[in-house]
């Protein structure tokens, strides 16, 4: 998973598995949600931030992450059945909002079919006192590469 | 779950376990639109409808469904930090938009703490064209009944 | 949730959900063992134990919990269908295995007809140096009263 | 993803995410039981078979599938800690047990480190009456192909 192209890190794929179908035969609502967190780290991953220095993970009492991106809004539309087996394109759209704030927008296709959105906004926090900080330095730059490449591609 | 207090089946309990909680030590944040779509069938079954007759489930070929009510929007906000073994209330908000749908609004409360809140929107559609219809009489019957006690409880 | 019956906190109960269940109307597997642990955690709560005394859970660099009690085996057998909206009764078995490891056994039935059944095993370990350590003394209790409550009821 | 490795499709990967971690800084048990199933479907689709053609999912009354293979038995072991962007590879062992049943086995390594282990036992029955049935051709080729290659890749 080189990064030659510039915007690879902001276009995934994801084939619909049957533990994520309900007994109507689409998707069930929120692992659409669940797919765009894990579309986000994928991002993070290609991009080349490490996991483990983004996100608090209780290892042992040194490895306290000071900084944590709790999600404080999401939300999704749903615009045409997600079925089993369905191979969706996922492209996200990140914004930085403010210093110690960002959103990503998650975009759904099948084929040339818009099948559904998502949202989801983090907000940076010192995870000891939960007081809100500016964004750690290594999600500022993947947001703003991401931006600068998706003017670039809208060209 | 007798129905004698007019709004019981809008007024529903969690207990926050330990598979919700994700490593930053918060629920990890679809969970909660998977609780509220529980609250949802919970408030139904209180209320006196048979999930059998709402939701398609394959069960065999004679059992078919004829409606379903696909979620076509959901959103949540995050405002105080949910964690292992809190004991939230859940306050639901059904609202008829038309005919043909529908949205049950969720607050989340930890003692007199607002700690999230949820938004999930339904319409009906015939399961086999997936044409719009109008909403099933029984949840019809739920969302008046709901709003008439909401009134009540208003006052 | 008082504590008067000897074994109330070994006999719980769960209705099947929408999102438990598959394309192929039956609960979807692994969900099962999802509903044995919160069945134990339920069980610990009922019986007087607190969550945030046995869970680990990050909530800041104070409150780590020294010991944990990672699950080294599970297992799941499936007799019946379980189906949306089953009202499903769960027996709980628990058996201290040796100083650091216990298990607990799940029996779910629909009415009288045994429909699944589930085993969970634990062992205590140290959270910084993962290395085996004695059970915590709450988990002991409960595990020894249980027994003692089980041979009283089998009488 | 073409199938000239004569062993492709039961050698797969997958890199942990967020939220299959729990608050004890490991995954949370029953997701590697889910992970499991995934590697399932992958496997399927890598050898060729179509998703639609061996899961029942209600699409409408006419795309009914008249062989289900509900799960009967599974298990799982964890012998290392599995933790967050851990990129594990899953070595699945399909065996057919007799006309109308099987197993996989999935192994997870992180590098040479075996972390986990699971089984997984299915049997086929007509959707309708379920009643036992022998295996769907599918399946039984893949379980065939699958048995034979191992034995070439094992001299």
Not at 43 to 60: M, T
């Amino acid at each position: 998973m080189s990064s030659t192209n510039p915007i690879d890190w902001l276009l995934l794929q994801r084939i619909v598995r049957f533990g994520d179908i309900d007994s109507a035969g689409v998707i069930h609502f929120h692992h659409l949600l669940r797919w765009s967190h894990e579309a986000w780290e994928e991002s993070l991953h290609i991009y080349g931030l490490k996991a483990i220095d983004i996100f608090p993970s209780l290892i042992d009492s040194n490895s306290f992450i000071h900084v944590a991106l709790p999600i404080v809004h999401c939300e999704a539309d749903f615009f045409a059945p997600v079925r089993l087996a369905n191979e969706l394109e996922i492209e996200l759209s990140p914004l930085r909002l403010d210093a110690g704030s960002f959103q990503v927008k998650y975009v759904f296709k099948k084929g040339d079919i818009l099948v559904a959105s998502s949202l989801i906004r983090h907000r940076a926090i010192y995870t000891d006192s939960r007081h809100p900080c500016d964004l750690p330095e290594g999600i500022d730059r993947w947001l703003e590469v991401s931006s600068l490449n998706r003017g670039i591609s809208a060209l």
